[in-house]
């Protein structure tokens, strides 16, 4: 008979054990009796392991006495944040699973292929736990489920193929999380643990940086980091709702940027590729932040000042159009941040979003049913109720304006006029609309100092109270999500039909559902960009707020929820925020910040 041994190890026995194991391996000796330096990524594997093998055994603890499931909870989850950094960007899809929302998870590829997926993860589960009365089966469901998958990852991950690069860039991405959702609040809903999570991922940092103390050729540099560190876990403390995120990432997200570049120099790091991130980047809220590139269509090609000039040109010619009066400047105005100030833009059914920091996005119109930029120009271009015409037409009416010919010649080397260069340029322009040079980038990147108090509260409550920035995330405060920036979020916030809290009525527009008819996305809409909002008014994708004022007063309530629209799906938090006047004042302050100063003219 096999007898199936139950948890008995105590954390102690767990750290002896690895220690051990860890001390045996580090210290294996050569022929001439020398001490030989395990490989760098064996030694990150074994301090994974260990750290994995503690996560998954509080949860297992838990499913034999459930009384003891909130010290268990928070005990496996600060191992599953020790090992964040490296779930993070050696398995992308099992660390989704595991730190998902509580919502419930739509994939659409294709009419034929919809899948609806349950949630689960230590988000859901915390939600079980910690709540009036838990219900012990379903704690124990989740619990197996997310001991299954740490236990399946235990057993595959594999870190043979790691190099210095990818340590730098993981470390790096750990450090631009905790900024931008860490310390919101993003991924602890219930207890709001955000900042103490966040302590535990820069110790886990230190941890793993300590194991290429020999990379540094200045250990200067080693030093500087461990006391950057330190000071960064020593201001984490304090309470969730004052916390001051807009110094934090002032003073040590963006040193750290500095920091982590003068690593890459003193390393002699080269990398094969950028991400989202430019490699070189030493600020998050700075024009030089982003590779635009990552965002845009495989085939777009570069970004020249050549291509940008000639796109400018044909977004404002009418001549595009099947009437010869409309352009994408019609609906699209620069001293409107390029939206055009009507609730419905004329012939459509919505308002007509900015076009300022649109490359930014996976996703394109309110339903996201464009995937790039170029796509979007297609449905323009089609649409009767605007350009009403077809790609045809389109390239013919470019081919024949002579005051084109030269534009094209110097922008494609193929000296081609289609409607695949004419579509490119276009978006090229559109791509040059990111200049993070509002009166907060100022600020934030120490150019000037000019933000009121008012201001910088309200940057700290709308990324922690008032929990905006779990939906409209920094820098761009859009709906892509970072650090990795694959996904452009969609909500279902319970937008009326008409400002009315009394006879009130969800908004008609069915939203993404029209897509794909699948019924769980009825009246969702994806997240736009809140920069420049004080110059996009009306608000909602069908203008039915016209001031910031009113937005706020909806989002307080509870949105949908709170002013009697009742939705299954509501992806946003249904209880009301509780915001006093004060501090919707300090909100409405912070978001007339982002303004771009940059004057863009209509010709």
Avoid at 78 to 95: G, H, M, Q, R, V
Avoid at 284 to 305: A, M, Q, V, W
Avoid at 407 to 423: D, H, M, P, W
Wanted: hydrophobic share 35%; aromatic share 12%.
């Amino acid at each position: 008979m096999i007898i199936k041994n139950s948890f008995k190890y105590t954390k102690g026995a767990y750290l002896s054990i690895s220690l051990f194991v860890v001390f045996s391996l580090f210290t294996s000796c050569s022929k001439e009796g020398k001490v030989e330096k395990m490989p760098f990524n064996m030694e990150m594997k074994e301090q994974f392991i260990d750290d994995i093998t503690m996560a998954i055994a509080f949860l297992d603890s838990t499913t034999i006495d459930t009384t003891t499931a909130e010290k268990n909870y928070l005990e496996s989850r600060k191992y599953f944040k020790k090992i964040e950094p490296i779930l993070s960007s050696l398995d992308t899809e099992n660390y989704g699973f595991l730190n998902q929302p509580n919502i419930l998870k739509v994939e659409e590829e294709d009419y034929t292929d919809i899948k609806i997926i349950k949630p689960g993860g230590y988000q859901v589960l915390e939600e079980e736990i910690f709540t009036e009365q838990m219900d012990s089966v379903i704690v124990k469901k989740h619990i197996s489920l997310i001991s299954n998958r740490l236990k399946l990852i235990k057993e595959n991950i594999s870190f043979s193929h790691i190099k210095t690069y990818h340590f730098l860039w993981l470390f790096r991405k750990s450090i631009i999380r905790i900024a931008l959702t860490g310390t919101t609040g993003f991924d602890s809903p219930v207890l709001e643990n955000s900042l103490e999570e966040s302590k535990i991922v820069y110790q886990s940092l230190k941890t793993y940086l300590s194991i290429f103390q020999s990379e540094f050729k200045d250990q200067k540099l080693f030093e500087d980091w461990n006391k950057e560190i330190e000071a960064s876990i020593k201001d984490l403390n304090g309470d969730f709702d004052t916390f001051d995120r807009y110094n934090f990432i002032k003073t040590h997200t963006h040193k750290q940027l500095e920091l982590w570049n003068q690593v890459v120099s003193d390393w002699n790091v080269s990398f094969p590729f950028e991400l989202a991130i430019k490699n070189n980047a030493t600020s998050l809220f700075s024009s030089n932040t982003f590779n635009l590139s990552y965002f845009s269509d495989r085939n777009s090609g570069e970004i020249t000042p050549e291509k940008i000039a000639l796109g400018k040109k044909l977004f404002y010619d009418t001549k595009l159009s099947s009437d010869k009066k409309i352009s994408c400047a019609t609906c699209h105005h620069p001293d409107k941040a390029f939206t055009d100030g009507m609730k419905i833009s004329t012939g459509v059914t919505r308002n007509a979003p900015t076009l300022l920091y649109a490359a930014l996005q996976k996703a394109f119109f309110y339903d996201k049913r464009a995937g790039s930029l170029e796509g979007q120009i297609i449905a323009v271009v089609e649409n009767e109720n605007e350009f009403h015409t077809n790609l045809e037409t389109l390239e013919n009416a470019v081919k024949n304006d002579s005051t084109y010919i030269s534009g094209f010649a110097l922008s494609y080397s193929n000296q081609k006029i289609t409607n695949v260069e004419i579509r490119n340029a276009i978006a090229s322009y559109i791509r040059s609309l990111v200049p993070f040079n509002s009166k907060f980038d100022r600020n934030i990147n120490a150019l000037e100092n000019t933000l009121t108090q008012s201001e910088i509260n309200g940057f700290n409550l709308f990324h922690g109270k008032a929990k905006c920035a779990t939906c409209h995330f920094a820098p761009v405060f859009n709906g892509t999500v970072p650090p990795d920036y694959k996904e452009s979020e969609i909500e279902l916030i319970g937008v009326p039909e008409q400002n009315d809290t009394v006879n009130v009525t969800i908004s008609k527009d069915l939203g993404r559902y029209d897509v794909y008819k699948t019924p769980e996305r009825k009246h969702f809409f994806k997240t736009s960009t809140v920069r420049n909002v004080n110059k996009t008014a009306p608000y909602m994708h069908n203008g039915v707020y016209k001031n910031l004022e009113e937005v706020m007063d909806f989002y307080n309530r509870g949105g949908g929820s709170g002013i009697g629209i009742q939705q299954e799906y509501q992806t946003l938090p249904s209880d009301p925020l509780h915001l006093t006047d004060q501090e919707v004042k300090d909100i409405v302050a912070f978001l007339n910040s982002l303004s771009d100063d940059t004057i863009y003219e209509d010709k």
